[in-house]
DNA sequence: TTGAAAGCGCTACCAC
DNA sequence: GTGGTAGCGCTTTCAA
């Protein structure tokens, strides 16, 4: 790999005229310039990016942070992230927690010792706050915490959605999965969901559940039927859970959605095709990652007078696993 | 954050000292060691990476080039490398290419420029060699490429077991869907298949596909049956595929695996999820991830006398979208 | 057994 | 406008 000094003497200038020339400051003559651009591509030289970060302490990485790599929803959430950052020249660098705590302390190191410009955040982990005293801005993503930056979807107005779009559509028992309880997002939902059949006095029940994997989703499915028989309406924590007990319960030959409606969260890629194509309230999750996105740069531009808390709408995405609403119902 | 230099005024040491503690090299008295580990705790000191990666040229990142993160196989092999490199004291770092070829080779770039000590790469350009000429070893996984080091599944001995399981229980009229042509692999499942068939003379068709999108797979799936509508056993180029075939037939009444039989291959996470679950042929792809980690590893040490081409075999996974095998058949 | 110092590739200050 | 050079934090000779 050629370096600066092996462009500066091609060019017959100094490493000083050269560095100028790269990062396009200070003063430089026309033809020094032309010289200088015809060594770098003549050598194809490009910049050292370790020894840049070293003296400027910032790289033009930025680190992400995903609880589970497996979970569709993630994924989508880091194609919108890139989309935005790799416009502002910046790279993105993912590392998967994998849902474990010590991964996620050591990513967080490895991004400090890297020299990351900044991180964005879609861990779950309880209220620790390695966070706080972090050189880099940081981002929260389908996450808050405190009152650090953040763009997360309105989970309250979607735990609400969901439930009056199953009574609206005949549902009389319905039964709700909980979803992770240390998981803001997850209890905004719940909240929403039981805060509107409350009010509606609709009668409901809860299973409680503690993650969003899929090896668990089956046996939080065959629970729900056992103790729930009757149900004719759930709400599952996301669409993952969801496609299990879609599945559970046509295994137990439940008609969908004539005896049974099911409504999923997220929205992922494989909803619509499941069979029947799932309802669910959709976040915009490559939105989600192009806002956190956006708000980082600007915490790393030392922009101000921006929002730093960004709620993002959702959506009922009706499919077949709801009945369709009546005429003047 | 703490320096070496801080290190070592607080253990009243050189900096040279506190450098051969940290890496556990020349002689340093047990006394004076004592002091230099008491320092680095005290000022809970991390060495800078990046400035370790300048002198050295090397990092503890290995980087790993992914065609397509939505697609659940590809965080299933990521998620075998992470465990078997993290073991050995690397971090991964993630690039998503999204199938775009320029991608690609930024951030082959970004990972030279940032030094990584090796690579990963499962994406599906063309045969171009960018590859050749990397000053870190480079392993190809899901993949091959002339002669590099790589780990892939036996994707002819797929294709073969998958048609011969087709036909073994009662298939007549076979569809293949082809998969990318420029995917070696892909390629072997579909040369695989169609060299079982006719050696058994049975009767087949084929419909070209030119990804594995979620986006595209519906429209193909429409395209199939309406092209072949009495085909009675479908081959589909992966499960995200045949979720889409599965969808479509389902839609059109189609009785499954009575009146239809289709197989997936890779067995993603939500294949069984799916309604009927999905009989498919497993590749291995948690541990093709640990594999290729295996090997890049053994590559970065320079180890000599050990396979540097690595076949992994597939398995068929027995669901519900084929028949049950006639006893004594 | 330890320390001084050179140097990895780059940027930015200061002189000219 | 341009060049010399200190220094980012670390590792590794070479001397002592």
Redesign the interface.
């Known amino acids: 790999?050629a370096t600066i000094k092996d462009v500066a003497k091609q060019a017959g200038v100094s490493v000083a005229t050269v560095s100028r020339v790269l990062n396009d400051n200070g003063y430089v003559h026309g033809n020094t310039r032309k010289l200088v651009i015809e060594a770098i591509q003549q050598l194809s030289y490009?910049?050292?990016?370790?020894?840049r970060?070293?003296f400027k302490k910032k790289?033009?990485?930025i680190g992400l942070l995903l609880p589970d790599?497996?979970n569709?929803f993630f994924?989508?959430l880091?194609?919108g992230i890139?989309d935005e950052i790799?416009e502002q020249g910046y790279?993105?660098?993912?590392?998967?927690i994998?849902e474990k705590y010590p991964?996620e302390m050591?990513?967080i190191?490895?991004f400090?010792?890297?020299?990351v410009t900044g991180i964005i955040t879609a861990t779950n982990l309880t209220g620790r706050s390695h966070y706080d005293d972090l050189?880099s801005p940081v981002v929260f993503l389908d996450r808050t915490f405190n009152d650090h930056p953040s763009v997360f979807a309105d989970g309250i107005e979607g735990g609400r959605m969901a439930a009056s779009e199953l009574v609206k559509r005949g549902s009389k028992r319905i039964t709700i999965l909980k979803g992770p309880a240390q998981l803001q997002t997850a209890q905004d939902r719940f909240n929403g969901a039981i805060a509107w059949l409350r009010a509606e006095k609709v009668d409901f029940s809860v299973i409680e559940t503690s993650s969003f994997s899929?090896s668990d989703?089956?046996m939080w499915a065959k629970e729900l039927f056992e103790k729930y028989p009757d149900t004719d309406g759930i709400l599952a924590s996301n669409d993952v859970v969801a496609?299990?007990v879609?599945?559970e319960a046509?295994r137990l030959g439940k008609a969908i959605p004539e005896d049974l409606q099911l409504i999923g969260f997220d929205d992922i890629?494989?909803s619509?095709?499941?069979?029947p194509?799932l309802s669910t309230i959709r976040q915009p999750a490559y939105d989600m990652g192009k806002e956190a996105a956006k708000l980082l740069i600007r915490l790393i531009n030392k922009e101000t007078h921006f929002e730093k808390n960004i709620r993002m709408p959702v959506m009922f995405i009706e499919r077949q696993t709801t009945r369709k609403v009546e005429e003047n119902g």
């Open positions: 790999m490009k910049p050292n990016e370790v020894a970060s070293l790289s033009r990485l790599i497996r569709p994924p989508e880091a194609r890139e790799q790279q993105l660098i993912i590392g998967n994998d991964k050591d990513y190191q490895t400090q010792q890297n020299n050189s899929f989703a089956e496609a299990a879609l599945h046509l890629p494989l619509r095709l499941l069979f194509p």
